[in-house]
């Protein structure tokens, strides 16, 4: 067993491995791996998209229904506050109402507002862009990256995946820099220096050659002007 994993494309210790993982990915490939022109910032540049799925729709649906739930609760309050003038429900009202908006902007995503693109990170020369299944994009400069961290995150009920993590070395200014409300909710409350997560589940493509990628060009800053050269040549 330790031969056979041995020649899996240099799988990570951190990551937990069995047959039915190594077939999966070796089935994917370089699935969706194309060469596109991206814009951010006032910025274009050629990247290589490494592709993940777009999010199901029944995600979408279940946040539609909690930010009914959520609002409606919020009217329940509001209405006993003002029936029974107890004002300090107020701040209940205010937080139901909270979450149930912060449950519709992510309906809307899934259910709406789905453009025609394929989400995942794009690698450039200068950067790495996380593109979300709505279009919205999170920008993080290769000089600000620390560390491209493997490791597995259990689900419960015997349930695994194998993840990598976009670290950076200061998520306080990285978050100033990119605006919390610019494709960061999920890794805004996420603690310590991960700002970009990506589950193989969700790679289009072999997640073990994208977790590779991500460190080759990290670790060889002379080779990122010939990202995109390499792809094609591959191709």
């Not at 067993?1 to 490939?29: F, H, I, K, L, N």
């Not at 009914?68 to 429900?89: C, H, K, Y």
């Not at 994009?137 to 015997?158: K, M, N, Q």
Request: with cysteine.
């Amino acid at each position: 067993m330790a031969a056979q994993r041995a020649g899996v494309s240099a799988w990570p210790e951190q990551w937990r491995w069995d047959d039915g993982r190594v077939d999966a990915y070796r089935a994917r490939g370089l699935t969706g791996v194309v060469v596109e022109e991206i814009t951010v910032g006032g910025v274009r540049e050629s990247g290589v998209l490494l592709p993940m799925r777009q999010p199901p729709r029944w995600q979408g649906v279940v946040f539609l229904l909690m930010g009914l739930v959520f609002l409606s609760v919020a009217g329940l309050l509001l209405v006993e506050a003002i029936v029974i003038a107890e004002w300090m429900l107020i701040g209940g009202v205010a937080l139901f109402v909270g979450i149930g908006g912060v449950a519709l902007a992510a309906a809307y995503r899934g259910l709406i507002d789905r453009r025609d693109v394929v989400p995942g990170l794009v690698i450039t020369p200068t950067r790495v862009v996380r593109r979300g299944g709505g279009g919205e994009l999170l920008t993080v400069a290769w000089a600000d990256i620390a560390e491209i961290r493997p490791y597995v995150r259990d689900t419960g009920s015997a349930k695994w995946h194998n993840m990598f993590g976009i670290e950076v070395r200061d998520p306080d200014a990285f978050w100033r820099a990119a605006g919390r409300r610019r494709g960061g909710r999920a890794s805004r409350v996420r603690a310590g220096a991960e700002v970009v997560v990506v589950w193989d589940t969700v790679m289009l493509m072999n997640p073990l050659i994208a977790y590779h990628l991500l460190r080759h060009y990290l670790a060889h800053p002379d080779q990122r002007p010939h990202i995109c050269r390499s792809v094609r040549g591959s191709s």
